[in-house]
Structures are given as C-alpha cells and as structure tokens.
C-alpha cells in the first residue's frame, strides 16, 4: 500500500532553516508528481511547492525560500525551507496522486517563532 511518512520539522527562528523529508513506497516514485501541502493554524490546506522530474512549481508566498527536490533512488522528496517566517507555522504534508487516488503522509509540525 502507499506509504507517505514525513520527517524533519521542529521549532525554528525566524529566519532559520529546515529540510523536511517524505519517504515514499507502495508504489513507482520516479513516475509521479510530487507535492508539498501545508495547513496552517485556523487556514486551508494550501499547496507549497510541486515537481516532476524536472519541472518545479511554487506558491508566490515561498518563492526564492523554499526549494523542492527529490532522490528518485531513494523514494524521496525534500522540501529545504530557508529564511522561514511565522506564518510559515504549518503542518507540512507531502502528497502523491499515483492511480488518481490522492495519497497524504501523517504531517510534520514547523513552528516558527523567537
């Protein structure tokens, strides 16, 4: 079965950085679209960045920030978040569509704040 299992938030300065990763199995990384979604506190899920094998997208408000990548050796996507602000405080999801079924990992807490 799919398998989506986030890692790498915490608690961080404005400013800071973070890497949150997303180990995925259950089915063929390399073929799929990527996506990284967050939620924020009283907001709607919004989609932070995507990428294909080689195109990336991202939302205006992480632009310059955040950079989106993958390992397809290892079933792994990344997300490096630099210069983090507060309202990045999110939780972090990462997403896959194999079988046009959406797919989603637990979550990963990012907290920014002094």
């Known amino acids: 079965q799919v398998q989506l299992v986030e890692s790498g938030g915490g608690l961080v300065q404005p400013g800071g950085s973070l890497r949150l990763s997303c180990a995925a199995s259950?089915?063929?990384?390399?073929?799929?679209?990527m996506r990284w979604y967050r939620q924020g506190p009283g907001k709607e899920r919004e989609l932070v960045a995507s990428?294909?094998?080689?195109?990336?997208t991202y939302a205006d408000s992480v632009k310059g920030r955040f950079t989106i990548s993958r390992d397809n050796a290892k079933n792994t996507l990344y997300l490096q978040m630099n210069n983090l602000k507060p309202d990045d405080t999110a939780v972090y999801y990462c997403?896959?569509?194999?079988?046009?079924?959406?797919?989603w990992g637990q979550g990963t807490q990012v907290t920014v704040s002094s």
């Open positions: 259950g089915f063929t990384f390399s073929r799929y679209f």
């Open positions: 997403n896959a569509r194999p079988w046009n079924s959406d797919y």
């Open positions: 990428i294909g094998n080689s195109l990336t």
